[in-house]
């Protein structure tokens, strides 16, 4: 089975621009949440949708948004980029079965520099 | 609220000693615990999880856990360390399917 997918891997842009990030989760797996890491705050939870809805989230500012499709594919969008949203955001996909022991599968990240 | 702290930034060990990663957890309910490894530009991968299933548990590559609710830990070990261990490790604690919580991260060092 193929893993979690992320594109683009690499991004570059400017203060003010708007990005925005896909996420295929692995084949079967209906929920799909995303992380920020930075070296400063370490990786901190932003949303999780299911279902095409958005089920829980994390404390980042509305310039922070994300949808999920039918197909359970994700996007995730920053408008308004500032210095400080640099950072690597990861996906994860999970079956969602329900309860805490649902196992998140991981992408490699799209690695985003703001100049 | 659910929370993890990983109580050593970074450990050194040498090759074929053991790794001992030490983590401490908070939750109001019974949570699912998971360490994850990270090597340099990679994507994070599943070490171990625990499910209440067993309190100890064995991952991948010779690492286990052991839960330990009266101390609230769930520290990481490995007989003996290889060069490739080299990483950083994270713990993590999900008391909601979907969302977890990080510790700060765990940089392993292993010394040839």
């Known amino acids: 089975k193929a893993g979690v997918t992320q594109t683009p891997r690499y991004l570059i842009k400017t203060r003010g621009q708007q990005v925005t990030l896909s996420c295929s989760p692995i084949?079967?797996?209906?929920?799909v949440s995303w992380y920020q890491q930075t070296p400063g705050q370490g990786l901190q939870f932003l949303f999780e949708?299911?279902?095409?809805?958005?089920?829980n989230k994390g404390n980042f500012p509305g310039r922070f948004s994300g949808r999920q499709f039918s197909n359970s594919r994700s996007e995730m969008n920053v408008s308004t980029l500032e210095l400080g949203d640099s950072a690597l955001y990861l996906c994860?996909?999970?079956?969602?079965?329900?309860?805490?022991?649902?196992?998140?599968?991981f992408g490699p990240g799209t690695r985003l520099t703001v100049l | 609220a659910q929370s993890v702290t990983q109580l050593d930034s970074h450990v050194s060990v040498s090759e074929g000693t053991p790794v001992l990663l030490r983590c401490n957890y908070s939750?109001?309910?019974?949570?699912?615990l998971f360490w994850y490894v990270q090597h340099p530009n990679k994507g994070l991968q599943l070490l171990l999880k625990?499910?209440?299933?067993?309190?100890l548990v064995k991952g991948i590559n010779g690492f286990e856990a052991e839960f330990k609710k009266s101390e609230t830990s769930f520290h990481l070990t490995k007989p003996s360390a290889h060069m490739s261990d080299a990483a950083e490790y994270f713990c993590?604690?999900?008391?909601?399917?979907?969302?977890?919580?990080f510790g700060d991260g765990t940089t392993l060092t292993v010394k040839p």
């Open positions: 949708y299911f279902s095409e809805t958005q089920r």
């Open positions: 625990y499910t209440s299933a067993a309190t």
């Open positions: 084949s079967g797996h209906r929920s």
């Open positions: 994860a996909s999970s079956l969602s079965q329900g309860g805490s022991t649902d196992t998140q599968y």
């Open positions: 939750s109001s309910y019974s949570p699912s």
């Open positions: 993590v604690v999900s008391e909601d399917a979907g969302k977890s919580t």
